[in-house]
């Protein structure tokens, strides 16, 4: 399968943990995007990243939330001392090239708080 | 109302049935999407159209743009079971920040076998 990978598919922390989410774009794409997506809303943009580069974190909480795309590896968003808001949908997307891109999205990570 | 607004919230039809979504939008775009995604699932992206385009088709879907009234909608004909999903448009944040895609809150749509 060469779409976009997320794990885990369901993460449990109970409050003030720190939750990790990883996300392997499709090969070839160097354009990685993370989202939010609370139940029954539609998804949230929070960062775009490229190989060791934030391009855009303007949708990301300023504290305790971060994320990172190493020249090796898989993107990495960290949330910080988690809280029982935090509680949604994490999905990914990534995408060969920055702009006017249709955008492949892996299948998410549910973030539970307890 | 939010950038990427999807009309109706809910559409039940029988299958063999046309579906039309719509979807309206507040500010300058360079392009749209349309992506559908299955309970427990991620996007999966279903057509984008660029605002210099008035109308696209991919097989059953038909997608049309009108940039002066600033709404699109979604064409699925002679639906199927397997059509359930929450569709959802997704519109740029144009100028130099079209990779930002702004979703509405989507349609539901259920097909009946």
């Known amino acids: 399968n060469a779409g976009v990978m997320q794990n885990p598919r369901h993460l449990v922390r109970r409050r003030g943990q720190e939750a990790r989410l990883r996300c392997s774009p499709m090969k070839g794409h160097s354009h990685v995007y993370w989202y939010r997506q609370l139940p029954e809303e539609g998804l949230k943009f929070m960062v775009y990243l490229q190989k060791e580069n934030i391009i855009d974190e303007s949708g990301m909480p300023k504290e305790r939330f971060s994320a990172e795309f190493p020249k090796e590896g898989p993107s990495i968003l960290r949330i910080q001392q988690v809280v029982r808001g935090d509680s949604a949908a994490y999905f990914c997307?990534?995408?060969?090239?920055?702009?006017?891109?249709?955008?492949?999205f892996g299948d998410g990570t549910r973030l539970s708080i307890l | 109302s939010q950038q990427g607004e999807e009309d109706p919230q809910a559409l039940s039809i029988q299958e063999g049935e046309n579906a039309t979504m719509n979807c309206s939008y507040k500010?300058?775009?360079?392009?749209l999407q349309w992506y559908r995604q299955n309970s427990g699932r991620g996007l999966v992206h279903l057509i984008l159209?660029?605002?210099?385009?008035r109308e696209k088709h991919s097989g059953r879907l038909r997608v049309t743009l009108d940039t002066s009234k600033k709404s699109s909608s979604l064409l699925i004909t002679a639906s199927r079971a397997a059509d359930t999903a929450s569709y959802f448009c997704a519109t740029d944040a144009g100028g130099g920040s079209n990779y930002k895609l702004t979703f509405g809150k989507g349609t539901l749509l259920t097909v009946n076998p």
């Open positions: 500010t300058s775009i360079n392009n």
């Open positions: 997307a990534s995408s060969p090239r920055g702009a006017n891109q249709p955008q492949h």
């Open positions: 159209i660029r605002s210099n385009e």
